[in-house]
């Protein structure tokens, strides 16, 4: 009976070891920048009024320690880790940043979230999703094992985002996209751009929005079907061709044959005077273009 009591007092014992909340609050410039770091588990930061970067959430039991720093107009925070990096590593971090901080969060096998931060954001990860909102301030959002998503409110700026193995999506971002995946669907939906540039080795590729005057779309993927909508008036010049597939224009002009032999298409047209361009290449699958 000594020995079951023993056990028992020890199993409670290693929970309450293993398990460590943190709790930490540093002064912070209202618009300053803030670095994170943490290797495994996840990252939330949350935009608030306050002029201060406040960290809860738990460490993992084989962490050394969570640094939290500020020096001059930044702030550090760091999950230490020993250098051979193990189990029990994982920690989950909720951070509070000031509204206006911009952020930038590099972790390697662990999901980020960021809501309400109106600053410009540089979040990295190896293994994991990033979520992300777009207010203006420019974004890069990476992954290299995960989805990435950004949603914003129509506001312009210069958005990236990108997946080696994953879905990347941008909602209601206006002004400059890039998105990029190598095997995933990249898709735009809604918005109005003076540049847009959407490439995916294997995945679909969907573009819904308004491209401005002047303004260029660039679609390009090796296997993967391309869908663009545009919605407004269009006035571009169009440059479109696929291998193994057939376009589907509802604008008018039709498709010919590269070769009389060969399985390719192309369909070049301009539209209105002309002013952007639209350029949408696929080696197999089929593109739609309408408005």
Known sequence: MNRLVSTILACLLSVTVFAEDVDRTVDAS?????????????????GWSQNAVKV???????????????????????????????RGIDSDLNISVPQNSSIDIGTVSADIDVIDVTGEQGLHTVSGDVN????????????????????G???????????????????????????????????VDEGSFNRASLETVTGE???????RKGGKLTVDTVNGDVEVEFSGDVSAKFDIDTFNGDISNCF????????????????????????????????????????
């Open 30 to 46: 209202a618009d300053g920048r803030v670095d994170v770091s943490n290797i495994a588990g996840s990252v939330t930061v949350t």
């Open 132 to 151: 992300t909102e777009h207010s203006g301030a420019d974004i890069a959002a990476e992954s290299v094992s995960g989805d990435v998503e950004v949603t």
């Open 56 to 86: 809860t959430g738990t460490l993992g039991r084989n962490v050394e320690e969570l640094i939290v720093e500020r020096e001059g107009d930044k702030v550090f925070i760091k999950v230490k880790v020993p250098k051979r990096g193990g």
């Open 153 to 187: 409110d129509n506001a312009d700026g210069e958005v990236s985002g990108s997946s080696v193995s994953g879905d990347v999506r941008l909602f209601r971002i206006a002004g400059s996209v890039k998105v990029e995946s190598v095997s995933g669907d990249v898709a």
């Open 205 to 211: 590729l969907s573009f819904t929005g308004e491209l």
């Open 252 to 291: 008018g002009p039709k498709a010919e044959r590269t070769s009389k032999h060969g399985p390719g298409w192309e369909l070049e047209f301009t539209e209105g005077s002309g002013d952007a361009r639209v350029s949408i290449s696929t080696l197999n699958g089929d593109v739609r273009i309408c408005n």
